[in-house]
């Protein structure tokens, strides 16, 4: 089945410092790359949209300056949470799609953001 | 209103029972409907994944949906206490993919 791979599980950061989340598609070609942030006992809430190739779309209220996201290859997409602060504590999914893969929609494992 | 509203719970069952988890939604152009299952500090899993109307069943899950009534269910059989975790219900139209805000469930040894 198809797998998504987000790396890594768990990072703690220093307030004003950058954090790079990787997220990879193992066995299949992720057409379209999706970022989520969850709080707790929340549901997912969608950051934006990326397209390999193109510049990511981010749903309203999500600042593209802050959030950087690079889809540069069929396989891998990054977010790069720049300046942190303590407010961008959460837990953050990718998941990826491609309508190869009859999933639509996979899910990496997260990653669990805490800044300092 | 939201695209999709899922009772957040908590609901708590002892090891056997039967559990029904439902989601309703307004979008008539929801083509797709899925259920995931999110435990503790993990990403979703794709549990069953339905297109339009109708019943599929895996295992001890089994799914409707009901596009008249713009209702969805998940039943879980038998359950057990590794069932325990959150439950998200999701449709999509296209590309667009709208989630419930999950149902937490554990089931009591």
């Known amino acids: 089945g198809a797998v998504v791979s987000q790396h890594p599980s768990r990072v703690i950061c220093k307030s004003g410092t950058s954090v790079k989340i990787e997220c990879r598609s193992l066995?299949?070609?992720?057409?379209?790359m999706f970022w989520y942030r969850q709080f707790p006992k929340q549901s997912l809430m969608l950051m934006a949209t990326?397209?390999?190739?193109?510049?990511?779309?981010?749903e309203q209220g999500v600042e593209k300056d802050k959030f950087l996201i690079n889809h540069a290859s069929l396989t891998l997409s990054t977010l790069t949470v720049t300046s942190a602060h303590p407010e961008d504590s959460s837990f953050y999914i990718c998941?990826?799609?491609?309508?190869?893969?009859?999933?639509?929609?996979?899910f990496g494992s997260g990653t669990r953001l805490t800044v300092v | 209103q939201k695209e999709v509203e899922q009772d957040p719970g908590p609901l708590s069952v002892p090891e056997g029972a039967i559990v029904s988890l439902n989601c309703t939604y307004s979008?008539?152009?929801?083509?797709?409907f899925m259920w995931y299952r999110q435990y503790s500090r993990k990403g979703p899993e794709l549990l069953m994944y339905?297109?339009?109307?109708g019943n599929k069943e895996d295992g001890r899950f089994t799914a409707q949906v009901d596009k008249s009534s713009k209702y969805i269910s998940l039943f879980i059989r038998d359950s057990q206490p590794s069932d325990s975790a959150t439950y998200l219900c999701?449709?999509?139209?296209?590309?667009?993919?709208?989630f419930g805000t999950g149902t937490s469930l554990t089931v009591i040894p």
């Open positions: 998941s990826a799609s491609s309508w190869d893969n009859n999933y639509g929609y996979t």
């Open positions: 066995d299949f070609q992720a057409t379209t």
């Open positions: 990326s397209n390999e190739g193109s510049k990511a779309t981010y």
């Open positions: 979008n008539s152009a929801f083509q797709y």
């Open positions: 339905t297109y339009s109307s």
């Open positions: 999701a449709m999509s139209a296209g590309n667009q993919f709208y």
